[in-house]
């Protein structure tokens, strides 16, 4: 099959950031993939997607001119002339469809969020059955598919955007004497919680039965000045150092992570500070309590400080404990999204894909 898979950005982070194990996993099946963004926005996505040997088409528009970007992929797919079109996001889903009707082309969709805007919802509750499949990233994902866009099992799968593989590098264990390291991935933007971090942090300078410790955050956005002067006004011990191109490296050298989010879908960042060996505080959002185990880390409700700066001293209490608790993520995750797994069941709904494709010929 020829595939176009059509995302909203090539933003980093986010539904992006899985595309190149995705779409490894179709061209292994001998399908052919070219990736079609509707806008750049900060364009950390492209580099990952180029080193893995994708064709990338992106549109010079912006994220609200849905006409123009209605009109231009039309166009593209009128040149490249695909068998399916896979989505990914509300919107690229919305234009995918229009476009799928428009060419009688089958339209495929990633579900990836588990809490939609109201309107977002609305239209895709609306135009649920222009899409012949719909793919799940996640349980939590899935149920919010069925729950509020209505879609029946019939026309619901399920296929875990984290591929968990071994050969992952794992964090160095905390040593005696030394600053307990705890970090956090992602773009700097309200819906990440890191204000609430930044709240928690300062309860816990006042606590004189912890470790030396520091917090670095791994990301760039819109809420820099605003974390930056948090940071500054309660001389907090934590770093931003923008965005990484590495995130397996800067999970390596880290012994906590923590994932404040207000919510989420799968979140594939907290799930690789397991991988990388690491226990994990995060909130109760998305994927994340299916996961995270008291044995791994722990689970706080969103924009909670005191019960986030409890977790948090918790841990730090005993700095010891960290390596095996991260040992024992790392463990889960092998064994619930293991890279045989994902790409088993990449291949299996591929099939599906190949079949809904005939029906149509």
């Known amino acids: 099959m020829k595939i176009a898979y059509v995302i909203n950005s090539v933003e980093g982070g986010g539904a992006a950031s899985p595309v190149p194990a995705i779409t490894k996993v179709m061209r292994d099946a001998g399908h052919h993939v070219e990736v079609f963004a509707l806008t750049r926005r900060d364009g950390l996505a492209i580099e990952p997607m180029h080193n893995a040997g994708l064709t990338l088409h992106i549109r010079p528009g912006t994220r609200k001119d849905h006409g123009p970007a209605l009109r231009w992929l039309n166009g593209q797919m009128r040149a490249y002339k695909p068998d399916v079109i896979w989505t990914s996001l ?137 974390l930056e002067g948090l940071i500054a006004q309660n001389n907090l011990p934590v770093r931003i150092l923008g965005h990484v191109k590495n995130p397996s490296e800067f999970l390596a050298h880290l012994h906590l992570y923590v994932q404040p989010s207000l919510w989420e879908g799968f979140c594939l960042a907290a799930h690789e500070a397991m991988l990388a060996a690491l226990p994990v505080i995060a909130s109760r959002a998305g994927e994340m309590p299916s996961t995270i185990t008291p044995q791994t880390g722990r689970i706080v409700p969103p924009q909670d400080v005191d019960a986030l700066a409890s977790a948090l001293h918790a841990l730090l209490k005993h700095p010891e404990h960290l390596a095996s608790m991260g040992q024992q993520a790392r463990s889960n995750v092998l064994a619930r999204f293991g890279a045989q797994h994902f790409d088993q069941t990449g291949r299996a709904i591929l099939a599906r894909v190949e079949q809904i494709v005939a029906s149509r010929q």
Do not use: M
Not at 181 to 195: E, M, Q
């Open 90 to 226: 509300s919107r690229a889903t919305l234009l995918g469809q229009i476009v799928g009707q428009w060419r009688h082309i089958p339209v495929v969709s990633w579900q990836h969020s588990a809490r939609l805007k109201p309107f977002n919802a609305y239209l895709l509750r609306r135009f649920k059955n222009k899409t012949a499949l719909w793919v799940a990233d996640s349980s939590c994902v899935a149920e919010q598919t069925r729950n509020t866009l209505g879609v029946t099992a019939k026309h619901l799968v399920e296929w875990p955007i984290f591929r968990a593989d071994a050969d992952f590098p794992t964090a160095t264990p905390w040593q005696p004497g030394t600053t307990v390291r705890i970090g956090t991935l992602g773009r700097l933007h309200p819906v990440k919680g890191y204000d609430t971090l930044c709240a928690a942090i300062a309860k816990l300078q006042s606590h004189t039965d912890l470790p030396p410790f520091e917090v670095l955050i791994a990301g760039e956005g819109e809420e820099r000045t605003k």
